[in-house]
T-cell receptor, first 113, second 114 residues
């Protein structure tokens, strides 16, 4: 089946710290992988994506690399800001059921000044 | 583009009342999704449409929930009768038929059933 597992939160860190959120997946075929971010009171918005193995998605200082051998898509940012406080969702585009995204449970990140 | 537009943003109602949530997808997108988000269950897919046709409604919790998409620019999610356990944030999302395309989410409708 299809599943996405991401580390539980909340993750609390200080401004300018390094952030890593682990995400691993199981899937049929070779799905596209996504990271979405949800700020308080808002909907989810795409942060970055990768469509094939070894692709690196990047945006706003965040990066994630599609690792087929380890079925992972870990999110990283070298120096977080208070404005990065949000919930982050890892997701895949299911190839066995067109159009359906499989989302992880979400990881809350809290950045303190 | 205006993005996915949902209304109302907030709805407070009493148990037993009918609730209708509305969604206007991004123009040109031919797939539309309804999600529900709660602290306990996270993000759940309720139903999705492709070219206005319901493709998968297996996530609809029970017969009290129904969804329609009468045309490419409008969809509704109806709960009748509503119950306190339906309290959640309901998101609509749309995407292009391009299979590598991202999902675009609306800002959500926060429903509180008293």
């Amino acid at each position: 089946g299809n599943s996405v597992t991401q580390m539980e939160g909340p993750v609390t860190l200080s401004e300018e710290a390094f952030l890593t959120i682990n995400c691993t997946y199981t899937a049929t075929g070779y799905p596209s992988l996504f990271w979405y971010v949800q700020y308080p009171g808002e909907g989810l918005q795409l942060l970055l994506k990768a469509t094939k193995a070894d692709d690196k998605g990047s945006n706003k200082g965040f990066e994630a690399t599609y690792r087929k051998e380890t079925t992972s898509f870990h999110l990283e940012k070298g120096s977080v800001q208070v404005s990065d406080s949000a919930v982050y969702f890892c997701a895949l585009d299911r190839t066995d059921s067109w159009g359906k995204f499989q989302f992880g449970a979400g990881t809350q990140v809290v950045v303190t000044p | 583009d205006a993005g996915v537009i949902q209304s109302p943003r907030h709805e407070v109602t009493e148990m037993g009342q009918e609730v209708t949530l509305r969604c206007k997808p991004i123009s040109g997108h031919n797939s539309l999704f309804w999600y529900r988000q709660t602290m306990m269950r996270g993000l759940e897919l309720l139903i999705y449409f492709n070219n206005n046709v319901p493709i998968d409604d297996s996530g609809m919790p029970e017969d009290r929930f129904s969804a329609k998409m009468p045309n490419a620019s409008f969809s509704t999610l109806k709960i009748q009768p509503s119950e306190p356990r339906d309290s959640a944030v309901y998101f609509c999302a749309s995407r292009d038929s391009d299979m590598t395309g991202e999902l675009f989410f609306g800002e959500g409708s926060r429903l509180t059933v008293l």
